[in-house]
């Protein structure tokens, strides 16, 4: 309970104003850059190859939520959008996750799809791939509509999905979901979320965590782990052993920036391990979720203010 209060109170002082104003204006320099790639897209590319190098595969994440102008929601698709050819040009492996309500999705649902079936439209021209992240509750239901629409007309191979383990429901939608080989991200969660919708204790985070994974393998889906937790990642791998699951039915996703020794020694092992890259100008609020899941980080951060 103790570390749930912590991160809720980091999460709520994080929305304070002149702590957000003192970030912005001090950018990559408080240690942001660890969890950042860049702000640019051809500085981001650099160091997508170079963790292509290393044998890691990555998501590229166009940060930005929460947009409620349609012509910022059309500027956000058409950068999103152009993120494969992109790719497609420096032939690097990579795929795009993005957030619906950068697209508009509180704004106007039918807008917000039309952005994705324009992007996604890209992705199959490419050969590529895009999944929806998970943002907050208040949108679950809106955004596992919109990935249903885009899933029946376009295919697992073209778009996938984030279910998050500390919600009650997210059991059931994997269920429902999780057929058809249907591409699931299965992560713990980040966001805020009151007792009444979420698992309050991290034990019971996990363990959901672990029914889900098992469970939509089982299932004949493909499962992109994302966790950093070496008890989780041992769990699913003794697990795969065990059912007797080929390592082209799952992958292991982590964050830019944390466990690189590990990701490494996954992806030396012959596991494809998958790096969520985050780029682009808005990087406060995933780089204040990114210091609640883990408030060890923020020692990081001071000593890069303080010699800022």
């Given amino acids: ?35 950042i790639a860049a702000e640019t897209l051809p500085e981001t590319l650099d160091k997508v190859q170079g963790l292509n190098d290393e044998g890691l595969h990555v998501t590229l994440d166009f940060l ?35 957030k619906l309500t950068q697209l508009g999705l509180k704004l106007d649902p039918a807008l917000c799809l039309r952005h994705m079936e324009r992007i996604v439209n890209e992705a199959a021209a490419c050969r590529n791939f895009v999944r929806i992240d998970m943002e907050d509750s208040s949108v679950t239901q809106p955004t596992i509509d919109i990935f249903r629409s885009l899933l029946w007309r376009y295919g697992a191979k073209r778009v996938g999905l984030v279910l998050q383990s500390y919600l009650y429901r997210s059991e059931r939608d994997a269920e429902q979901l999780g057929v058809g080989g249907t591409n699931l991200r299965i992560v713990k969660g980040a966001y805020r979320e009151p007792p009444e919708l979420a698992y309050p204790d991290k034990r019971e985070v996990d363990a959901a965590y672990m029914r889900m994974v098992e469970g939509h393998l089982s299932r004949g889906g493909y499962a992109a782990v994302a966790t950093h937790d070496p008890e989780l990642i041992e769990q699913v791998l003794s697990f795969v052993r065990q059912a007797g699951i080929s390592r082209d039915k ?10 690189g020794d590990l990701q490494r020694d996954l992806a030396r092992a012959g596991y494809l391990v998958r790096v969520y890259t985050p780029f682009g100008r808005e990087w406060y609020p995933y780089f204040t979720r990114r210091i609640a899941e883990r408030p060890a980080n923020l020692w990081f951060v001071a000593k890069h203010l303080i010699r800022s």
């Fill in 1 to 35: 309970m103790g570390g749930r209060l912590l991160r809720k109170s980091i999460l709520t002082v994080a929305e304070f104003a002149p702590l957000r104003r003192l970030f912005t204006a001090y950018g990559m320099k408080c240690g942001v850059g660890r969890f």
């Fill in 250 to 259: 799952f992958e292991f996703q982590m964050l830019y920036g944390i466990a």
């Fill in 64 to 98: 930005g939520e929460n947009v409620l102008d349609a012509e910022q929601a059309e500027e956000m698709a058409a950068m999103i959008g152009g993120l494969f050819p992109a790719i497609d040009r420096r032939k690097l492996k990579a795929n795009v996750s993005v």
